[in-house]
């Protein structure tokens, strides 16, 4: 039998019902060590608590820990999985994704009702997990996220409802493979990967979500503070109100790159519009596109660019090529 190693960094897949008052809130047991005999059946189990932390909580400090973690046990074992509360949970997956390089399976899982609500998905998630990481056509396609019988990449995959169980979703690109009571079945794969690995994370980097009306005073308050980036969900294809466009061309001068992606869930920035705060001038004046990537997803890949280079063609390279 292949040897996995689950780590367990807190979330709601380790908290627990007070039946009393609703309210889900961490505990000092985790509530699924006494039922991991349910996982013999397909693996050779290990297990640590690495964190015990709510997901608002996490940082990019703490997906670094988690990821070098990842990267020193990777070599004793056939496969690892990451038990994660799910509101950061896709950004924690694509951060791993971006520093290791690897074709051991590394399967990041979570839950939606902790482990004594009705109908809870969190010993279910997680036997899927082992599951799908002892698969050998999990190999060599990254970090990926299991939840609710599906397999999605860390890259397209995000969190589409606040409490539905069947809340991780990749739109436009669906899943990667399903899971069955028998089976592990793949019905796509990952075409292309990259890694960056870097040892620290440093940098400040902003997201901003436009909306109508939106001017330049905080794109100014921000600059004024002299961040390493900043990351805008424009409107459609790419297209900011007119009045942003001052602060935006005083950044990119100061070699601050501006990363845009749209806020819109499907589709890719453009180039298409030529008027005052379209796509084709925020591109000339050296905006870079983002091609198919969240505001979330942007923000980590651009904290994560920003420690290996400053050079903006190389960054715009790594945003609008990559992918």
Known sequence: MKKILILHTGGTISMVENKETGAVNTTSQ???????????????????????????????????????????????????????????????????????????????TGAMRSSNEIGSDALYNLISSVRVAVSDQASNKGVLVVMNDEIHTAKNVTKTSTSNVATFQSPQYGPLGIITKDSIIFHHTVIKRYAYPINQIEKQVFLLKAYAGMDATILEAIHKINPDGIVIEALGQGNLPKETIVPIQQMVQQHIPVILVSRCYQGVVQATYGYDGGGRQLKDMGVIFANGLTGPKARIKLLIALETTKNMAELQYIFENEF
């Open 30 to 108: 985790h509530p699924l060590t006494d039922l991991t005999y349910h996982l013999k059946a397909y693996a050779n189990i290990d297990e640590r608590i690495e964190l015990s932390l709510p997901s608002p909580q996490v940082t990019p400090k703490h997906m670094l820990q988690l990821a070098k973690i990842t990267e020193e046990m990777l070599p004793f074992y056939d496969g690892i999985v990451i038990t994660h509360g799910t509101d950061t949970l896709e950004e924690t997956a694509y951060f791993i994704d971006l520093l290791l390089d690897t074709d051991k399976p590394i399967i990041i």
